[in-house]
């Protein structure tokens, strides 16, 4: 099965700053990678998503960016705001388009 | 678009007692639901799959006894945690596929449940 590995676990950024967080997978098969943001007491919400025939997409202030061949995909957030600051999941296919494996988590903070 | 909700948001039970939660696509057809549970600190485990019409799939160590789900339509699916105890308080949220977009799941925002 898929195994997807985040970091960091946490992360402080000043106001303005850009954040990145990375993650692994271990299936080479796997071709759709959603990054997700949770605030607290809420459900995850799909913030991008990629698939594996483009290496980058960007929306915003928001990118991901994949390299296939290291398996490990990466969220990049520019200018950070307060608002940003929650927890967020990346996930990747296990067993098909039908269920993703969450990884552990990152908790963003940004500081004012 | 692709909005889900959840009903009800919290609940507090006694232990013994059964919680029904409902989850609605509502503007939009799901041909897949997925029911998760969330620790806090702690990332979203997936419990069971539910397709419309037939049993769902549970995931190994969860009891399909316990967490009983019915997808009875394209926007409907419940899950009732039977006989609760308080380790089975925790967040439960639940996520839907969108007819013709299978890949993407769109999640409900969770109900809390706390189990006396």
């Known amino acids: 099965g898929e195994n997807v590995e985040q970091h960091p676990s946490t992360l402080s950024v000043q106001e303005g700053d850009s954040a990145v967080i990375k993650c692994t997978y271990s299936?080479?098969?796997?071709?759709?990678f959603p990054w997700y943001k949770q605030e607290l007491g809420k459900g995850p919400q799909l913030i991008i998503d990629i698939r594996s025939n483009v290496g980058e997409k960007k929306d915003q202030r928001i990118a991901v960016t994949l390299n296939k061949t290291a398996k490990h995909f990466s969220l990049h957030i520019t200018e950070t705001q307060p608002e940003d600051s929650a927890v967020y999941f990346c996930a990747a296919p296990k067993g098909g388009y039908q269920k993703v494996t969450f990884g552990t988590g990152t908790k963003l903070q940004v500081i004012p | 678009g692709a909005v889900v909700s959840q009903h009800p948001s919290w609940v507090i039970c006694k232990s013994g007692t059964s919680v029904k939660i409902e989850c609605r696509s509502l503007?939009?057809?799901?041909?897949?639901m997925f029911w998760y549970r969330q620790f806090p600190k702690q990332s979203l485990m997936l419990m069971a799959t539910?397709?419309?019409?037939?049993?769902?799939?549970?995931e190994q160590g969860v009891e399909k006894d316990k967490f009983l789900i019915n997808h009875a339509s394209l926007t409907l699916s419940t899950l009732t945690v039977t006989s609760a105890h308080p380790e089975d308080s925790s967040f439960y949220i639940c996520?839907?596929?969108?007819?013709?977009?299978?890949?993407?799941?769109?999640f409900g925002p969770g109900t809390r449940l706390l189990v006396l």
């Open positions: 996520s839907a596929h969108q007819r013709g977009h299978q890949e993407t799941q769109y």
């Open positions: 539910s397709n419309e019409g037939s049993k769902a799939t549970y």
């Open positions: 299936d080479s098969a796997s071709n759709y």
């Open positions: 503007d939009f057809q799901a041909t897949t």
